[in-house]
């Protein structure tokens, strides 16, 4: 076996993993270790978060039309999935309304024709959003509210300029816009969880450390730096505490490979664990699943125990289970099918660079046709792999 050490770590045991850490960006090397509540920031530090929860607050008990936007990707669902459970524990008959995306698409471009149509007093997107400008004045302009609780990094248009919200339109609360909350490897999930600490102070009660189980899975889902300590609490103290059963059906579906870890109580469950076997369900299905498997997987989450028609192969009408068991079961098929849309994609496009001599190009431009069947959820899988094998950036 070839192997070459990065550095030269002591002979010293005890120092060794000290050194190991911090040779991986590690800083706080004791609260990485034994993470603890004081390894979280001040939820006040994120710019905007205070107005936001007044906002829900007065919609709320003005019983008004609130609309959440389901991102596409385990990270949105997850995101939502906390705030939806969090409202409904506050005020259980909040007057509630969801919408998934029907492509693996974000924020409010594809779904702003559709909810100007409704009568939503308010609109919230976590996980997205952020710089959807021309949406938010559009709902503005009919007296919609929104709120996005948001973490991606601000986009540039074509002069190079950053690509700002406009805060008279949206309250948008992103960790990449507050300067004094350092901590930037937090997801959309991890933001809603924060976003629910400040809800708790508002409040006074202690809810939002209830859903820290659907943010690890976020975080982990979405590839979060964990060399932050924050993140790392959230991942550790979250996969200790899995109280959803939605998550607990996912991981009890996958026993087989999990072993004792799939188990409840899902002793010594790891991030890697979770990042090979249950968010890649949840990414197959937001990319390749129904619309009606889509909404099915969010009531998942937050209605695991609801009833559906039932879509085992031989299922009669009146058969049902749960959305729970089905989103486990077709999360599953779902990937299998990914996987074979990913194969045959990557076999024709590899034929296309092959047959025009694309790869002597710096870049890899491969057009694609309508009659090429490759679905868009999957282009970026695709382009990966043939950025792998010839090792130039590639454009499909």
């Known amino acids: 076996m070839k192997y070459r050490l990065r550095a030269n770590y002591t002979q010293e045991p005890l120092l060794a993993l000290q050194e190991i850490l911090a040779s991986r ?62 409202i409904k524990h506050i005020y259980p008959n909040a007057n509630l309304s969801f919408t998934v995306h029907e492509h693996k698409q974000h924020g409010l471009n594809d779904k702003i024709d559709w909810i100007e149509n409704q009568d939503f007093q308010l609109v919230i997107v976590p996980d997205a959003g952020s710089y959807d400008i021309k949406e938010h004045a559009r709902l503005h302009s009919r007296g919609v509210d929104c709120i996005c609780l948001d973490h991606h990094s601000i ?59 659907l943010a690890a899975l976020g975080e982990i889902a979405d590839v979060m730096d964990r060399t932050d300590v924050e993140t790392n609490y959230i991942m550790v103290e979250g996969l200790k505490n899995i109280h959803n059963k939605g998550f607990q059906t996912l991981l009890n579906s996958q026993a087989y490979s999990l072993k004792s870890h799939g188990e409840p109580p899902y002793t010594g469950l790891s991030a890697i664990d979770v990042a090979w076997y ?20 969010f009531y998942c989450f937050i209605e695991p125990d609801r009833l559906v028609q039932s879509t085992k192969r031989g299922a009669k009408p009146s058969d049902v289970e749960t959305a729970a068991e089905q ?21 024709l496009i590899d034929f296309k660079i092959q047959k025009n001599e694309l790869d002597r190009n710096n870049i890899i431009l491969v057009e694609v046709e309508e009659g090429d069947n490759i679905p868009q959820e999957i282009t970026g899988f695709v382009a990966m792999s043939i950025v792998n094998k010839y090792h130039n950036p590639c454009m499909i």
């Not at 710019?47 to 039309?65: P, R, T």
């Not at 936007?69 to 939502?80: L, M």
């Not at 369900?281 to 009606?292: E, K």
């Open 278 to 297: 249950i968010s890649p369900l949840i990414n197959a299905l937001t990319r390749v699943g129904t619309i009606t498997e889509k909404e099915t997987m």
């Open 327 to 347: 989103t486990a079961r077709v999360g599953k098929n779902a990937k299998a099918r990914q996987d074979k849309f990913k194969e045959r994609a990557i076999d």
């Open 155 to 213: 986009p540039k248009d074509d002069y190079g300029n950053e690509i700002l919200p406009n805060e008279e339109n949206a309250i948008v609360v992103n960790n990449q816009l507050s300067i004094y909350y350092s901590n930037k490897s937090l997801c959309g999930a991890g933001v809603v969880y924060k976003f629910c600490e400040i809800l708790d102070e508002k409040l006074n009660i202690r809810q939002a450390e209830w859903y820290l189980d």
């Open 25 to 86: 960006g590690v800083t706080d090397i004791n609260n990485f270790l034994h993470p603890s509540k004081a390894c979280e920031l001040n939820p006040h530090d994120l710019d905007n978060i205070e107005k936001a929860a007044d906002m829900l607050l007065s919609h709320l008990q003005a019983n008004h039309k609130i609309l959440l936007v389901v991102d596409a990707d385990c990270d949105g669902f997850t995101s939502s999935s906390i705030l939806w459970l969090y």
